[in-house]
Every structure is written in structure tokens, then in C-alpha cells.
């Protein structure tokens, strides 16, 4: 690498970050994934089988862990 850490640290600074989903957005974003994560769970666990698997507890437990980095980054703790 030829840059020095000083160059690219300089090149960086005339393109700041711009989050895909906005500071004011975050907590809605979170309340909709938590919630949602937690009726997909709770349907899944009304109605347990291999076929539901796929279709409900995998969607909602991904619902549900990214409702809660968005709801920790929300409030203030970052991650």
C-alpha cells in the first residue's frame, strides 16, 4: 500500500457517513421489528412444527435481533 493511514484519513473526511436508516427513524424501525419478532415467535410457539420453522421462527428471530440493535442505537447505546 503506498497511501500512508494520513491520506486516507484525509480522503475519508470529505465523505462523512450517512446512515441508511436516519437517527429520527430508529425507534419506530425498532417498535415495528420487536414487535413483529415477538408475534411471529408467538405464533410459532402455538404452532410448532418443521413446516412453520422456516416460515415463522427464522423471520422472527431475525425480527427481533436486529428491533433490538436498532432499538439499543434508539436510545443511545451503541453497538
Same mark, same amino acid.
Given at each position: 500500500?503506498?497511501?500512508?493511514?494520513?491520506?486516507?484519513? $484525509?480522503? *475519508?473526511?470529505?465523505?462523512?457517513?450517512?446512515?441508511?436508516?436516519?437517527? !429520527?427513524? $430508529?425507534?419506530? /424501525?425498532?417498535?415495528?421489528?420487536?414487535? #413483529?419478532?415477538?408475534?411471529?415467535? !408467538?405464533?410459532?410457539?402455538?404452532?410448532?412444527?418443521?413446516?412453520? #420453522?422456516?416460515?415463522?421462527?427464522?423471520?422472527?428471530? #431475525?425480527?427481533?435481533?436486529?428491533?433490538?440493535? @436498532?432499538?439499543?442505537? *434508539?436510545?443511545? /447505546? @451503541?453497538?
Amino acid at each position: 500500500m503506498d497511501s500512508s493511514l494520513h491520506e486516507v484519513w $484525509q480522503a *475519508a473526511a470529505g465523505s462523512p457517513f450517512v446512515p441508511t436508516i436516519g437517527k !429520527g427513524s $430508529q425507534f419506530p /424501525v425498532a417498535l415495528v421489528l420487536v414487535v #413483529l419478532g415477538f408475534l411471529l415467535g !408467538g405464533t410459532f410457539a402455538l404452532n410448532r412444527s418443521v413446516v412453520t #420453522l422456516p416460515i415463522l421462527a427464522i423471520p422472527a428471530s #431475525l425480527a427481533l435481533a436486529f428491533g433490538v440493535v @436498532y432499538m439499543f442505537c *434508539a436510545v443511545g /447505546v @451503541y453497538v
